[in-house]
């Protein structure tokens, strides 16, 4: 008779096993002989997703059979649960939930994603706002409204929350209160015309939706930013009232900065009230900008200028050309071939061009890259689909390089 | 490595680290190859130990030389800071392919030297293996001891996943329960009868033209129903039920004759194939709701209990066999495609033919004695112009499930190599009566 080796394996490693295991895997493991019978019951993490609940033929089913099951097994568990997911896609909110996160608030539970695709946002209940032991949260399509006492969370390291209903004012309550916050991506937040970011360990910041204003406060630890504004929100009043450029005020609050990704109208934001002669302070760590840019604009492309030249050790940068429908302010038409910007890409490595149809400005703008730096290594070059491209190529040839082991890679549309 | 190595002069002067297992065996290894693991590390830190033989950091228990080998590869392969994240990948793929007592010996010492990145290599690794077998299967990889006690076992499991095939089990449990209660009183009742076949080819005949038009709940509702007339005759008269449960079992063909009665089964077997039978009575999703229509839970139980009964029978191995091959026979239409099928169905009808033809040789035999020659020639025209039209039929029902396959329609194809299936079967059934009515003395 062979040993058996597993069930004497020290308990933290079976956990991991069963860790790996899908739910409904794990939980049959418990007929497999006597030791075995309770050793899923005390797996920390409960993921209720696609994976662990299998398509059933009616809809309209599987959300009382997901309620069913995760009764059952919050019933079955004992020890503590770190995380609970409930991701799956056809499941319908309940007010079920409710009792759920009451029963994970006792539980100190560290982890909770709740994604509710179908059916309308699932309102929080406020027991979510009690789980102190909460490092990441992560919720779809749901509303959050504050309770009367809130204090924060005083261990939350990492916010998620996409396509959200909330207040303005609880949003930038929720980020400043919670001391430990590291990461926070904001997608789709409706309710919200503005924000302030004052979050003193904040590392990473994504945000995805419509803004008439962004600032940062007591960021001095945000190393990688991503704003995409969806919409140019045009807003002439604070033109006015603006004597400093948005771009001075956002890089100012952003000196350790490494990485920053500005898509879709991101970079017109940061053109309001852009000064040629009044450049921010140089940001030696930043390394890779990633833009949306329409060169054909002249306020963009001065903004994206002042933007290069406060990195001096840029070793990245990817430009992605976006189009208008109105040109408004059409660009010089030599604003990149004069010889007064005097910027030396001395690091730039590798740089990537996206989406352009070969209009004068793009290219010079390539000419302009390729001609100041001497560190080139590779360039990548992706127009659209356009007739003209192999006009755009042999242009491209024609290019004086700085760099003698730069790469012109073409990729073909 | 043995101590001769230290003999050699190398021209950068590395640093060993000594180990010593648990069984007294010392092992010398490079230092950082050594570090890599956090245990070792510390060791050496805290206590200095590990610079010379006599010296040596004796390793937990959990660790034997063979397997120390295997970390100290791992250890020597990752502690390269230059290599990309694919190769680690690949390495680690290659690494642990191994058999499982290796993985779990292997688990158990990279957790007892603290080598996280190893544990969960390992754990990940066993958890593949876990993932999707039945619990047969797991039990038999990792030779865990099928420890529960029958009564813990049919303990209902509970219900967590919801899967009609585990309510279903549940059932047939509960079924077992019953059975096993009962047995447990029958004990001493012996079981050894002959059984005899009293329908006449007539009612074969009958049965096969009134099979034709049928679909398949209506066969088995005509099946029910010869069930339930039989159900007085002794207990071993059970080739009609025999032949019932085949046909439930999508197997058409006529009844089995049992000629000897074999010595009875272990209660494994019946285990085996009680826990078999139900993944493999592979009901469509939509036929098992929550509450089953009392209809289909009639029919569920009495099926149950056929089997069971039938289980205490006494059958020969052969037939065994046979049902097992009709069992998946009826898994096969619901999955198919035309050519699969095809080559399948001469696989189960082999089996299936055997017995058949089994029967048919032998009550050929019997009743065919009786009649005269004049009988017997139109009989033999008889039957030839039978198989000759199945066959035709059949070559029509092929060349049908061909363009249909062509077309894709799944459903409608698995019921037409039901079918013709079945028109096989039979013609070569009246082939192989023609044949004895020919050539009987």
Redo the contacts between chains.
Sequence with gaps: ???????N??D??IE???????M??A????????K??YKWATVPYLVFNKVF?PF??NPTDITS?IV??ID??LV?HFGVIHKFELSHREFEAVSDIDRWILHLSRRSIENIVLEIWQSEAYKVPSCLFYCQSLTNLELYNCSLKPPSIFEGFRKLERLDLQNVTLEQDFLENLISSCPNLEILYLADIKGLSRMNVNAPKLRHFDFDGVLEDISFENTFNLVRVLISFLKNVKNDQCRALRNSSNLLKILVNLPTIKVLKLQEYALKYLAVGIEPHKLPEPHVELKYISIYINLNNHEDSLTFLCLLSTAPNLDELEMTAHPEEQTIGGIDTNFWEDGCWNLPFSKLRVVKITGISGAKPEMDFIKFVLLNSPALERMVVEPVFTSDRWELVTKLLCFKRASNQAEIIYKNP | MSEGVMAVVKPEMKSYIWLQTADGSIQQVEEEVAMFCPMICREIIQTGMGSSKNYAISLPQRVNPAILGLILDYCRFHQVPGRSNKERKTYDEKFIRMDTKKLCELTSAADSLQLKPLVDLTSRALARIIEGKTPEEIRETFHLPDDLTEEEKLEPLRNITDDPRIRLLNRLYARKRKELREREKLKNVEVEEERVDERSVEDLLTFINGGDGESKGSRTNKNKKKNRRRRDQPKNSSSEANGNHNKELDALSPAFHDSGASPSKSTKLQDSTSVSFSPKLDFDDADIDDDLDPAMKEELDREVEDFARRLNSHWPDRMQEILSLGQERRLLPMSINGDGSRRYSTAALSGLEDASMQFAATEAVEKLAIFSLQQRVSIFVCFNIIQMQCFILWESMYSGMKKMLEKRRKTENSRMTTWANMLILFRDCCLLLLLLVTFQP
């Design positions: 008779m062979e040993p058996d080796r597993i069930t394996l020290p933290n490693v991991g096993i069963l860790l790996h295991l899908p409904r895997d939980v049959r493991t418990s007929i497999l002989s006597s075995w019978r609940c059933y033929q059979k069913s099951i059952r097994v079955l």
